[in-house]
């Protein structure tokens, strides 16, 4: 059963790119395509960015869970050839707001097929996060979908850097109430819960005292836990030894410590905003049924 199982999935998974490939073909450039992605502008309004491009092509939309910080929300999710564009549904249909935008050429895809919850995970060097969808049906047919514009996009650039850094996920708050470093400190409205941001894991602020660039992440320094820190930092003057560097050559990155809170605490609220609204909370995403465009399909939503 397994076997045909997987000679279904490679059937579909080649049906699939067969699809994708002419349908950008077919559609990039056009009136129809054109009209799709304004609409999707439209959508997001001042507070999104212009997603016109002559190679783009919009292949699908839908709207899924995304594990935030706090618990599930809904999320609208817009899967174009060459980007993964998502945000938070204000009016459905008609209104988003907190726009994402992820190149696929530095994504990937880890599917749990043990989860009952029709779960996987996307990663990328910025943000990597959890999904949810309605069914096992609609899950396969995201991630094909996604894994087949991740491939006609490194296929069209002609290379994939195996050595790109991912962004760790974020653990969600309610899954501790302790710090999980130190295994003592209680996580109350004084003892606050932080997120290192290199390994996602859920600490107290004596446990994560360090900033750090990560570059992939953000420009500025940002909270790292302390085994990170240490990691971080030993991994940096192994690599100044390497150029010859000596203790002369630290990395930039090297001594921004968390006397500076306030940047911390900003850098925080930033990289919280796409958690940071329930407007949307109450939306159930089995009333949500997503499509991906064929050749067939003339839909403008």
Known sequence: MDSEDSIIQQQLQQQIENNLRSMV????????NAKRIAN?????????????NPDRVLVGEGVLNKLCRKKLKPRQIFLFNDILVYGSIIIKKKKYARQHIIPLSNVKIEDYPEKEDHAWLIRSPTKSFMLYAASET??????NHINM?????LDKK???????????????????????????????????????????????????????????ISSKPVRVCDKC???????DRMANNDFGLGNGGNSSSNGQQSTNHH?????????????????????????????FYSQQSSKIY
């Open 25 to 32: 073909d077919k559609l990039v450039g056009t009136e129809e």
């Open 40 to 52: 999707v502008e439209n959508c997001f309004g001042v507070s999104g960015v212009p997603l016109q």
């Open 138 to 143: 609609e899950k396969r047919e995201w991630i």
């Open 149 to 153: 514009c991740i491939k006609h996009e």
């Open 158 to 216: 002609g290379n994939s850097d195996s050595n790109i850094e991912h962004a760790a996920p974020w653990l969600p708050d309610n899954l501790s109430n302790q710090c999980m470093h130190c295994k003592k400190t209680q996580f109350t409205v004084i003892n606050r819960r932080h997120h290192c941001r290199k390994c996602g894991l859920i600490v107290c602020g004596s446990c994560s005292k360090n900033n750090y660039l990560l570059t992939n």
């Open 229 to 235: 820190f240490d990691e971080l930092t030993i991994r």
């Open 263 to 291: 940047h911390n605490s900003s850098i925080e609220h930033q990289n919280s905003k796409d958690d940071s609204s329930d407007s949307d909370s109450n939306l159930n995403i089995m009333d949500f049924k997503p499509t």
